[in-house]
């Protein structure tokens, strides 16, 4: 166990849960959409929606949009900056069936208007869980390098990218197949063992039958 | 698993504080210089620090209104010279209530081992090294002794409310800062764990339960308990006092006691101060104001 998971994380309070964890589920959901967020919709689930604002959850979720660390002393100002960034933000209060109480749905626009909705819950101590993405299923906690590779469901894609992994001398820690039917969009997430260079996922898009390739690094 | 008595004995046989034996041991899994380990550390003190300057602003209070300007108060008797224990005491207490109030009103702060229990351990190493004229390199080593017996706790009980309790939050702070005290004051390994025993043992049972479900009310005041009890727990290590029961069984007894507790008061706000008429008035009218 590492020291400074008990005397640490260097945070910006008042709780791990609703501010930290906020914060890295909105580290993870603009991570995932390519380019600069510019609208968002953010539905806050249970605890999330009841004890939110008296925690800074609303902050600490637009603070982890725009990217800032769980430690930026930025976030109780982020929704101002979120305004002078020109990033719309709602908040909206949602019921989400059989979700962990901490949980948020975050929908994000960027110019082009391109989307992706991300919902993830805060699980305690500051971990987090990404539940879905797009609604396909996946579990991210973000504390290993991710590979999310969005691709159609046809044979050979998954062999292709494990072999190219491989190739290119990274080991795969976890993986998880989602897809809404058979035959239709399927996601694939990979949890890597470091982090690869760019030219790794630069590789992975050139495959055919892949419309979209993210690497996500270890969140804070 | 990792045990205090593994700490001590380890430190006996080297002839060595328990936080050198901690930082060998993290150098070792971490894969890092001891150097990059204990520069890590001591920012982790500068920023606790901060965190208990900010604290001290009279003006501070948190969105619900219910915390800030304790600190202030208390700190400003302290300087007075008015504190009923002595200055030490009420800068101590001041501390304490500085960077949970801090950490309640969206400052940053090190979560040690939990933000709401984030003010025990700054609290009792800056005073200790300001009354005592101790240099920092002390303090950052105090950090890693109170890490080693935080990471025992967190091994084999817990150190989240949620599970456990407040016991388990603020009580597992206080055990982490009265070793670390008793190893800056010169105490020995076994003094150590004494201390933490002691500190451990004096809040067993304590609940989780946060009016309006909040990281405010009782949190920041049992942070001054927290330091207090620390204190307390040190001096009689250093005085030789010896813990009936060892360390490592007053953490598994913490475990199970925490086991036990209803859920209702393990952070869930519905029982304890949370559910009195006060507790729920508050909670009433906070949420009426937070609807979205």
Known sequence: MNVFDVIGPVMIGPSSSHTAGAVRIGNMAGALLPGKPVRAVIGLHGSFAKTGRGHGTDRALAAGIMGMLPSDSDIPRSLEIAKERGLDITFEEVELDGAHPNTALI???????????????????????????????????????????LHRDVPGVIAGVTNYLAMNGVNIGGFKLSRRKKGDTALMTLELDELPDGSVTDGIRCFPQISRCVLIAPLQ | MPSVAGYVKKAQEQGVPISQVVLEEQAREQEQPKEMLEEKMRQMLQVMQASAKEGENPQLRSQS??????????????????????????????????????????????????????????????????EKELPEEKAVMGLFTAAGIGTVIASNATVSGAQGGCQAEVGSASAMAAAAVVEMMGGTPQMCANACAIALKNVLGLVCDPVAGLVEVPCVKRNAMGVVNALAAAEMALAGVESAIPADEVILAMKRVGNTLPATLRETAEGGLADTPTGRKIAHSFFQHEAL
């Open chain 2, 65 to 130: 209104g219910l915390t800030g300007g304790a600190a202030a108060k208390v700190m400003e008797r302290a300087r007075r010279g008015e504190s009923l224990c002595g200055p030490y005491f009420g800068k101590a207490v001041a501390r304490a209530l500085a960077v949970s109030e801090c950490n309640a009103c969206m400052g940053r702060i090190v979560a040690a081992p939990t933000a709401g229990s984030c003010g025990i351990l700054p609290a009792a190493l800056l005073t200790i090294m300001e």
């Open chain 1, 107 to 149: 929908q994000l626009w960027n110019r082009k208007g391109e989307m992706v909705t991300v919902q993830g819950a805060s699980v305690g101590g500051g971990e987090i869980l990404i539940n879905s993405i797009d609604g396909m299923g996946v579990e991210i906690t973000g504390n290993q390098p991710t590979l999310l590779v």
